[in-house]
């Protein structure tokens, strides 16, 4: 069940995301429960003090990255998700995505696609940052850490599947698995790709 | 302080060129009529138009991050392409068998636009996809009719060459006999 405060609280949590963000939800919630499920999701989210751009959004504008988070909380409660959905969701976005197109260049090569990771980041988002740890093509695994403010769990279980679409443009057998670690008293995220 | 002043607002013209550049790409993409998709260097589909998913019934959930091969199954055809589009900037009305969902062959015309990146590098290719079947079965049945219509003039051409040879025959055949007829008159008209 969601809390309302707990929810106003991610809503104001520093940092932004792309606007496209917003489109790419709204594009999953209009094909698993057509546009009843989208006025459903929109008529929740408003009774909840949220006014979220599902049909307003630019791509490329910057909205509040804590709104975005809410959005996956509200997609996931309204819709009664379980997480490997919402790991769907991830996977789900690039391919609807407005901003793949003009960041097309990335995906050229698996080399291309982990050199441009972190810029990638970069583009998507004002805080924390895409730190490579390991590309290794011979033996098939790529490792990629990220330092970012501590977000709610559902952030990273749609990264998980984000991030395996994006490695699977430049090659299919691609798989994502995230992790949690502590390095130097610090926590961080790890994403391994392994193919 | 002036300066600050003078790079917000370039910046928010900047902002604003770039949001209705992207708005126009977007509805541009959506509207466009011709089927088109954008395809990576490893020939994997990376976006698709509305067009296009009315054209292969496909969704861009199902489409996007499949190889090409998934619509076009000539294997040699696609890589051919590949090579071809990394050569060339464009590649102009080559015909494939084109597979719709559920696996339905017809015939397109696929045309090629090279896309580089701002160092000059090849990033992958627009693909055009334009349904050709309706002209294709035109143009065969029009051939087929030109053909029936070839072999039925044939005939008659060969009918009357019989019946020329037929007649030409009988009129030499007249001829030889009237000869021989006079030929033979002669003779008789000496013998009496």
């Known amino acids: 069940m969601l809390n309302k405060e707990e929810l106003k609280k991610i809503s104001q949590l520093k940092g932004e995301t792309r606007g496209v963000v917003f489109q790419t939800d709204a594009k999953y919630v209009l094909m698993k429960e057509g546009e009843k499920g989208l006025k459903k999701l929109e008529e929740k989210s408003e009774e909840l003090g949220f006014k979220i751009p599902y049909q307003t959004a630019k791509s490329l504008d910057w909205e509040p990255l804590g709104l975005r988070i809410v959005s996956l909380l509200l997609i996931k409660d309204t819709f009664n998700l379980s997480d490997s959905e ?54 098939k695994e790529i490792i990629v850490r990220m330092k970012t403010p501590e977000f709610h769990p559902i952030f990273y279980t749609y990264l998980e599947g984000y ?27 790890i994403y391994k790709i392994k193919w | 302080m002036v300066k600050i002043k003078k790079e917000n607002k370039t910046d928010r013209l900047l902002k604003e060129n ?74 102009l009305n080559q015909e494939a068998l084109f597979l719709v969902k559920g696996g339905k062959g017809i015939t ?40 029936e219509k070839t072999g039925e003039l044939q005939k008659r051409v060969e009918e009357l060459e019989k019946f020329h040879k037929l007649t030409v025959g009988r009129e030499l055949k007249m001829i030889e006999l009237k000869e021989e007829i006079k030929k033979l008159k002669e003779e008789l008209k000496k013998v009496v």
């Open chain 1, 86 to 139: 919402i790991r769907e969701m991830g996977y789900f976005a690039p391919k609807v995505s407005f901003i793949i197109k003009l960041l097309m260049k990335y995906f050229v090569s698996i080399k291309k696609t982990i050199e441009n990771v972190p810029r990638y980041w970069a583009q998507h988002h004002t805080v924390g940052e895409i730190i490579v740890d390991k590309a290794d093509e011979e033996q």
């Open chain 1, 163 to 189: 991030y395996e679409r994006i490695a699977r443009f430049t090659n299919p057998n691609m798989v994502c698995q995230h992790s949690k670690t502590i390095i130097g008293g610090e926590s961080f995220h």
């Open chain 2, 18 to 91: 770039l949001r209705e550049l992207t708005s126009y790409i977007e509805d541009f993409w959506d509207f466009i009529p011709t089927p088109i998709i954008l395809v990576n260097p490893l020939n994997i589909i990376l976006s698709i138009s509305k067009s296009f998913e009315r054209l292969s019934g496909y969704t861009a959930y199902e489409a996007v991050g499949e190889n090409l091969t998934k619509i076009i199954p000539d294997k040699n055809l696609v890589e051919n392409l590949r090579k071809e589009i990394t050569k060339e900037e464009e590649i």
């Open chain 2, 108 to 147: 397109v015309n696929l045309s090629a636009k090279k896309r580089r990146d701002e160092k000059g590098d090849f990033i992958g290719y627009f693909l055009t996809i334009v349904d050709i079947s309706e002209i294709k079965t035109l143009q065969e049945n029009l051939e087929k009719k030109v053909e």
